[in-house]
């Protein structure tokens, strides 16, 4: 069995820049354009850190750095591979997750979270809205 890794479709992963509640856009990840030379085993997820994570700006405008103390604050990731006993998370989705409960990697240059599937709290909706009925009619 192999971990499914194919990159994920344009709809999935917008690539032009959205703005956020402060008026900035937010920078989307370049994602990998060819799958990535690693299998993942059970729950396990590699993901690719937003870059508005990074650094934020307050709504009068000032930068606020990653280092700096705030309180608890999570982050949202882009799923590029996912290993096989993933059954909530696909490719493509964007993320919710708590910083202190991951590990990086790198591979081919770049660095990639590792999230266990029990970590992530959310997944955003994609932003055309939900295209099944859902539970119940």
Known sequence: MTARQTAPTTAAAPTAAAPTASGNPKKTPKLPDRPLPVRLLADRLLVLLDGESAERRSAGGI???????????????????????????????????????????????????????????????????????????
Do not use: C
């Open 63 to 137: 930068l606020i750095p990653a280092t700096a103390a705030v309180g608890k604050r999570l982050a949202w990731a882009h799923v590029v591979a996912a290993g096989d006993s993933v059954r909530q998370v696909a490719l493509g989705e964007r993320v919710l997750f708590d910083p202190e409960d991951r590990a990086e990697v790198e591979i081919g240059g770049q660095t990639y979270l590792l999230l266990r599937e029990r970590n992530v709290h959310g997944v955003a909706e994609a932003p055309g809205g939900r295209a099944a009925t859902g539970m119940y009619l």
